[in-house]
Each structure stands twice: as C-alpha cells, then as structure tokens.
C-alpha cells in the first residue's frame, strides 16, 4: 500500500454554496504532504471530512486500504487552527481525558503523558490549570495531545502559529521525527518557507478545487521557467547585453555581486540550452554567478493561484 | 471505557466540583429552612405587640363584654370624653387608634356611619375583627327587633362534617387535600427550576467549548451526537445529586432544628394561614381525625410520587436541556442567546401557571388531564397531578408521550447543535437554524 490516505471525488455543499467541487489526493505513507490554498479555498472542509467531523455529500474516503469509518479517529491526530483547551480544567486531567478519548487506556494514556511532558521538560505544569498558562505553553500541551495515541495520520493546521521562533523549530523538528518513525503527516500552512523546509509533496486548493499537486520537486521543475540568474566580469557590458538579446530574453536582475559586475536574468529561448548560454558567457568576460532559478513555494503558489483566476 | 461513558464524568465533575454547584447544594436548603423559621419568628414577635384601641359609644348599644381584650388588642372605653377630644388626644398620645361610633336613628345607617381613626393604615385583619364585631351586635340587635330569640337561633347552630371515604373504604380527611396540593407544587416548581438551572448549564458548557475552540479537537475525537448526550446526562446527574443531598439535608436540620427551638414543623405550616383558619383547623382535629390524617399521610403514594418525579425530571430536563444546548451551539456567546430562549421559557411558564390554575380546583379536570398530556407541560403538570391519584392509563400515555417527543427533539437538536457548534461569526437567525437541519452529515 504505497497511500496512506486515498481521497476520491469528493463533493461537499453547504446549502448552496460548494465548499469542495470533485476533489481527489492520494497522500503517499511516510510524506510530509503539504494542503496549500488562499482563505476559504476548502482546505478546513477536507481537513474535517477526514476527520469524519462532517461527512462529504459525494466521493470516498480510504485510510490505509479501508474506507474511513468512526473508528479510525483513533487513527488520526488533529491539531486545527483554531485550536483550545477547557480553560478550567488542570493540564493533566484534561490530557487524560483527550487521550482516553482517542481510545488509550488510562495507565497507558499516563505512561505515553509522562514521556511526553518529560521530553518537553513541562512534568511541573501537570496541576496547573490552562489558563494559567501563557498561549506558548498552552500550544505545547495542545501539541502533545494532539500526537500521543501515535496515530498513523497526522494533519497540522497552521501548526506554527502562536509559537515563537525556537518552539516553532522544536515541533518543526517533531514533527519530522515522527514522519520519520512511519507517521505521514499533513501540513496545512500559508507559510511557505516552512513548506521548502519540510513538504515531500504539495496539494493546491482554490476556489473550492484542486489545482495542482505532486511532489514538491517536481511541481518545482513544472514551474521553472528556464531562467539563469547570471554575473559576469566583462569591460562592454551593452554590447553584451545587446547581444545576448539577439538568441536570449534578458531581463534586469537585483542580486549583487562583490566586483563591479553586470548582472542579469537571461531566460533560455526555444532551441538554446543553459550550455550555449554559458560558452556565449564564457567567450565575452569571466564567469562570477550562473546559477539556474528554481521557483519557490512561494512564487508557484502566487502563480497557480493567479492564472487559475 | 467507552467515549459516552468518559464524557458524562468530566461533564459531571466540571460541575460538580464548580463552586457555585457546592454553594448551591449546600448553601440553600440552610437558607431556605433560615427563612422559614425567620417568618415564623417575625409572626410570633410581630403578634406580640398588644394594639391600643380607644372607642367611643355614642349609640349605647355596646358594652364592656362586646369590647373584650384579645391576645392583641387592649380595647379601652373614652365614651365619656366625647368623640372631639377623643380623637385629639388619640393623634397626640400613643394609641393606636380610635372606633367611633355615633348616634343613629335605625341600624341600617348606624351600620354605615362607623368611623375608625388611626396613624398608620390599619392593617386588613384588625378592620376585619372590627367590622365582624359589629356586624353581628348589629345582627342581634335586628333579630331581636324582629322578635327572635337569640338563644334558640344559637342552638340551631350545627356544624356539618362530611365524612369523606374511597372506595376500598379508607376515611380520608380534608386537610390532606391541602397537603396534596403543597406536595405537587412543591414537586412542579422544583421541576421547573431545576430544568432551567440545568438546561442553563448544558447551554454555557456548550458555548464554553465553543468559544474556548476545544470543540474541534473534542469532535475529532467523538461524535456531536454523543458529545451532546454526554453534556446533558452528567449535568442531569449533577441535578439528581443535588435533590438528594438536598432532601437529606432537609430532613437532618429540621430534626435538628425542631428539637432546638420547639418550633414544629405543622406550626410552621399553620404560619401561612390566617389564624382564624388555624383555629378552625386546630378545632377540627380532633384526636381521631389526626389520627385518620396520619393514615392518610402514610397512605400517600411517596414512593411513586418519588419514581415519578425521577422520571419526569428526567424526561423533562432532556427534552429541555437538549433545546438548550441546541441554543448554546447556535451563538458564540451568551447575551446572542436571549431570542432563542423566550419558546423554550414560555411552556415551562405555562406549564407551572396552568398547573396552578387547573390542578388546584380540579386535579382531574380537562384541562389538566389535556397539559399532563402535552410533553412540554407535561412534567410539572402530571407532577402536581400525581398526588391526587392518577389512572395508570393516563400516566402511562403521558409517559410515552414524552419519551416520543424527547427522542424526537433530541434527534432534531443534534442536527441544530451539530452544525451549530462549527460556526462563527454571524448570529444566526431562525432561518439560518433551519437551513441548518437540511444540511447532511
């Protein structure tokens, strides 16, 4: 079974408005799968069908080779963006509550706490109430509810939020140990340097569809546009810029360079290759920076979403 | 343990471990039985103090023996000093008022022509005794002119007592009627303020999940459904508690209680009553009746008003708490909640005030038989029916009838509540609720 999450055809209505048009992932076991998409794209109905919160109008559902069923919630670790705790309630307590719910048992739930807390170094807050906690702390017990029955599914929505920089790298690192120990995880997020940083693979939603997905690699090589970013040492700039035009689209570049250099973004034109570019450079000056641009999450996100309006 | 099970006891013990819930439980069954013998103890004081009341008898037709002094009132004789002088000396010293009655022709105008002066307004019964007093000198004084003789129409005085029996030939006396009525009042009322102290809770536990946004993380886990059920049957729980701690409580401190101040607790009862009914009660107690009405207390369905009360409590509550919670999910927080809760509060109103207005008069009326039918009504009206005997038949469709509409209205808001605890923002209106129950999964 290479997917660990089959989503088929999925149809969801509210009313008359269609949250999620005919949408269909595979999320293969072991990944880090990135559900990328603007505000109300439909990214938080999914999430909630998976999380069988809401049931989908049409299309099917398939965790590990069965079609999902309520049992498989113990199967799932959810942490949603809008996330919370019973403000009243001692960190313990309601750690164990959580976790009995998920169906651990109450000595086991105890013994996978205790790692837990001690592996966060937080053993001192089991008697504290919630709201005795700063939003930081409170986020790190939500953390640990959320992945304590190990579950085999994993979905992160904005998982960074509320946490400052060295928290945040502190899950961030969690969270790749547990892909790591057989955990496939679904990552929501609007920032996309964490998506460089840890997405296998990447769905787009917008607009209630999806409209792109893949590995990340090569959603990336799909995206480039032949474009290299390109420093050279020459004594008549203008006369090799005007005649790279000839066989190159040249167009201005903002990078800097230590010497006094002409820099550019040369975009390969049908027929050339990077290697006819780079004799072409080679025969004009010396060389300092020819470096090809590979788009970023960031830019192929703007991009998607732009030409799918 | 399953999930349901898990839910009822942390809803459980979130109340029960929540202040007020320990305030409540203990706090007032010693305030309310404090009150009780406060009023007494202000009755008993307040009739202590004797009334000084002067008059003075132009007519001659009364004399010391219609003016006699009573627990209360010190009648005093200022005929000589005429009525001018009377009333000065009434406004500038301390009595409490002055009866004056003129010369008349006939009786008929010496009846309206009676003045009483005072300070203060005089209180309903002292004009009572007042005006009882002359009426029937009055009286006399006609029967007299009319030639009758007082003694004989004295004689002919009986006092008629109609014995009252069932049918499996127990006597039965008619201060337990007025029990009867206390003890299905007592049971409806508490109903009533259980189900809205109850079904308030369901609803703020409700919007405390919601606006603390634990309730995303609580359904991925479980059902709406039974997140739902949880909340209703641990805080129904906590309620039962509470009545029997209440009831325990009870019992302890008015045994206390009546053994350390002597005040028992038919005294406290009588309290209530104007006491001239109390006399008339005393004197119609008789040993042997006392007796008959002991039987009749001992006969009194306790134990089925007791199962009863259980399981319209329950009905009851869950028909109402799960409106409730429907309610607690469709806002985000609690002042959004007051258009949705005028239907829910109007039939417990009705409920209560048509079990005053009917019961009271005819326990086994139409209209009462009609709302012990009506499952909104239902628990507080059968409730106060129940100590008059009602008919198993009847019991039995106004159980079913609410066990149906319970179910019914718990499916139906499930569906509000399912919805209802995802959304943010807008205050939903009546359409919106509405949409929301076609909405699938």
């Known amino acids: 079974m290479k997917n660990l999450l089959e989503i088929n055809n999925v149809v969801k209505k509210y009313g008359d408005f269609t949250a999620l048009n005919d949408v269909s992932l595979n999320i293969p076991k072991g990944s880090v799968f990135g559900l990328l998409g603007p505000n109300g794209a439909g990214k938080t109905s999914l999430i909630r069908i998976v999380n069988q919160i809401t049931m989908p109008d049409s299309g099917s559902i398939i965790l590990d080779g069965e079609a999902l069923a309520p049992h498989h919630t113990a199967q799932i670790g959810y942490l949603p963006e809008e996330r919370g705790l019973y403000k009243s309630m001692k960190v313990g307590e309601q750690a164990l509550y959580l976790a009995q719910l998920k169906g651990l048992s109450k000595a086991e739930a105890k013994k996978r706490l205790k790692y837990w807390f001690d592996k966060f170094d937080i053993s001192a807050w089991w008697n504290k109430k919630i709201e005795e906690l700063s939003k930081g702390m409170a986020q790190k017990v939500q953390f640990i509810v959320t992945v304590m029955h190990n579950p085999k599914l994993l979905i992160f929505d904005e998982p960074f939020s509320g946490f400052d920089p060295i928290n945040a790298q502190l899950i961030a690192k969690e969270i790749l140990q547990l892909r790591d120990e057989g955990a496939t995880i679904i990552f929501s997020t609007h920032r996309m340097e964490s998506v460089e940083e840890m997405c296998d693979e990447i769905a787009l939603i917008n607009k209630s569809n999806k409209i792109l997905d893949g590995k990340l690699d090569d959603i990336k090589r799909q995206f480039k546009t032949h474009t290299f970013q390109v420093g050279l040492n020459t004594d008549?700039?203008?006369?090799?810029?005007?005649?790279?035009?000839?066989?190159?689209?040249?167009?201005?570049?903002?990078?800097?360079?230590?010497?006094?250099?002409?820099?550019?973004?040369?975009?390969?034109?049908?027929?050339?290759?990077?290697?006819?570019?780079?004799s072409f450079l080679t025969s004009r000056g010396e060389v300092q920076h020819f470096v090809e641009l590979i788009p970023s999450a960031n830019d192929i996100f703007i991009q998607a979403i732009n030409k799918n309006i | 343990m399953s999930k349901l099970k898990l839910i009822i006891q942390r809803e459980f013990i979130a109340k029960v471990r929540n202040k007020s819930f320990i305030m409540m439980t203990f706090l007032s069954p010693i305030l309310m039985i404090g009150m009780g013998f406060l009023v007494v103890f202000l009755m008993k004081k307040n009739d202590e103090k004797i009334k000084d009341i002067v008059y003075v008898d132009n007519s001659g037709m009364f004399s010391k023996e219609?003016?006699?002094?009573?627990?209360?009132?010190?009648?005093?004789?200022?005929?000589?000093?005429?009525?001018?002088?009377?009333?000065?000396?009434v406004e500038d010293g301390n009595y409490y008022g002055a009866l004056i009655i003129p010369k008349q022709d006939s009786l008929e105008l010496l009846a309206k022509s009676i003045e009483f002066y005072s300070k203060d307004s005089p209180g309903m019964s002292l004009m009572e005794a007042l005006e009882n007093k002359i009426e029937q000198k009055i009286r006399n004084s006609k029967l007299t002119n009319f030639g009758m003789d007082l003694d004989k129409i004295e004689a002919s005085k009986i006092n008629t007592d109609i014995k009252m029996f069932n049918f499996s030939g127990e006597e039965s006396s008619k201060l337990i009627n007025g029990l009867k009525i206390g003890l299905g009042s007592i049971a409806g009322y508490l109903l009533m303020m259980f189900v809205i102290i109850y079904g308030n809770s369901v609803m703020r536990s409700v919007i405390e999940e919601k606006t603390s946004r634990i309730i995303e993380v609580i359904v991925s886990s479980v059902k709406p459904f039974q997140l739902m059920m949880g909340k209703i049957i641990g805080n129904a729980s906590a309620g039962l508690l509470q009545f029997f701690i209440w009831g325990i409580l009870l019992l302890?401190?008015?045994?206390?209680?009546?053994?350390?101040?002597?005040?028992?607790?038919?005294?406290?009862?009588?309290?209530?009553?104007?006491?001239?009914?109390?006399?008339?009660?005393?004197?119609?107690?008789?040993?042997?009746?006392?007796?008959?009405?002991?039987?009749?207390?001992?006969?009194?369905?306790?134990?089925?008003?007791?199962?009863?009360?259980?399981?319209?409590?329950?009905?009851?509550?869950?028909?109402?708490?799960?409106?409730?919670?429907?309610?607690?999910?469709?806002?985000d927080n609690e002042t959004d909640t007051q258009q949705f809760m005028l239907p829910i509060m109007m039939p417990l109103m009705l409920g209560i005030y048509v079990g005053f207005a009917t019961v009271m008069n005819d326990p086994h009326g139409s209209i009462a038989v009609l709302f012990s039918y009506i499952p909104f009504t239902s628990p507080i009206v059968m409730l106060m029916r129940v100590p008059f005997g009602v008919a198993w038949y009847e019991l039995a469709i106004s159980m079913a009838i609410l066990l149906a509409t319970f179910i019914f209205m718990v499916w139906l808001a499930a569906k509000i509540y399912r919805v209802g605890i995802l959304m943010y923002g807008k205050k939903p209106t009546y359409k919106d609720l509405y949409k929301w129950l076609k909405y699938k999964g």
Request: hydrophobic residues 45%.
């Open chain 1, 236 to 278: 008549n700039p203008t006369e090799v810029k005007n005649k790279l035009k000839e066989n190159f689209e040249v167009y201005p570049s903002n990078f800097k360079l230590l010497n006094d250099s002409l820099t550019m973004n040369v975009k390969l034109t049908e027929g050339n290759t990077a290697n006819n570019l780079l």
């Open chain 2, 66 to 89: 219609d003016f006699k002094d009573t627990k209360t009132i010190h009648y005093e004789d200022y005929t000589a000093l005429g009525a001018e002088e009377t009333k000065k000396k």
């Open chain 2, 252 to 331: 302890i401190i008015t045994t206390i209680a009546s053994a350390v101040f002597g005040v028992d607790i038919v005294e406290m009862q009588a309290a209530r009553v104007p006491s001239e009914q109390v006399e008339a009660a005393k004197q119609a107690i008789e040993p042997d009746k006392m007796q008959v009405l002991i039987q009749e207390i001992l006969r009194l369905p306790i134990l089925k008003m007791f199962i009863l009360f259980i399981f319209y409590f329950l009905g009851g509550f869950m028909l109402y708490s799960s409106l409730f919670a429907a309610v607690g999910a469709a806002v």
